[in-house]
Antibody
Framework: QLQLRQSGPGRVRPSETLSLTCSPS??????????WTWVRQSPGKGLEWIGHISHTGSTNYNPSLKSRVSLFVDTSKNQLSLRLTSVTAADTAIYYCARDSGLGGAWFDPWGQGALVTVS | DIQMTQSPPSLSASLGDRVTVTCRASQSIDTFVNWYQQRPGEAPKLLIYLSSRLQSGVPSRFSGGGSGTDFTLTITNLQPEDFATYYC?????????FGRGTNLEIK
């Protein structure tokens, strides 16, 4: 059964770069035509889609974050990662990774446990 | 961006009740709507995809419907574990957008 395990720093200082990883277990990132999506959740903005990446590295980002966010897939490690530069307090949120059914529907299942990131 | 307006923001109901949550898209999106349940301290969980398709393992008391701009999530025979927050999400085009959520509380 697919599970997504997330890890991250917990706290990042303003103007620095946030890095998070997501490791699927029981499933290879290269299997099928799935994408891998990142979503964040903050009290003020609710659920916000950050972007997604295919196992070939094809990406699509939310324009609201496009200039600062990068998504990566490492097929040798079976791992996904997110990098967000120049963070501010507005980037404080719980960050989730999820398997994305891909083009033609884009439903997200399952989700990782989430990683709380505080910018201060 | 396609905005999703979800209502009501909160809802009180009793065990065994039937409730309906609605989402309206800012433009027609065919049937590209998904619904999620989120309990406190947990990640969202997929309930319904493509407007009306029940995700595997989700109880049949959950159902979804709609097309174009108006969509509904209905829960019948409310159980204690159903009291949570529900979100709709459009998957017609990026950036994928979520509704603001409906908090279902016990009356």
């Amino acid at each position: 059964q697919l599970q997504l395990r997330q890890s991250g720093p917990g706290r990042v200082r303003p103007s620095e770069t946030l890095s998070l990883t997501c490791s699927p277990s029981g499933f290879s990132v290269t299997t099928g035509n799935y994408y891998w999506t990142w979503v964040r959740q903050s009290p003020g903005k609710g659920l916000e889609w950050i972007g997604h990446i295919s196992h070939t590295g094809s990406t699509n980002y939310n324009p609201s974050l496009k200039s600062r966010v990068s998504l990566f897939v490492d097929t040798s490690k079976n791992q996904l990662s997110l990098r967000l530069t120049s963070v501010t307090a507005a980037d404080t949120a719980i960050y989730y990774c999820a398997r994305d059914s891909g083009l033609g529907g884009a439903w997200f299942d399952p989700w990782g446990q989430g990683a709380l990131v505080t910018v201060s | 961006d396609i905005q999703m307006t979800q209502s009501p923001p909160s809802l009180s109901a009793s065990l065994g009740d039937r409730v309906t949550v609605t989402c309206r898209a800012s433009q027609s999106i065919d049937t590209f709507v998904n619904w999620y349940q989120q309990r406190p301290g947990e990640a969202p969980k997929l309930l319904i995809y493509l407007s009306s398709r029940l995700q595997s393992g989700v109880p049949s008391r959950f159902s979804g419907g709609g097309s174009g701009t108006d969509f509904t999530l209905t829960i019948t025979n409310l159980q204690p574990e159903d009291f949570a927050t529900y979100y709709c999400q459009q998957s017609y085009m990026t950036p994928y957008m979520f509704g603001r959520g409906t908090n279902l509380e016990i009356k």
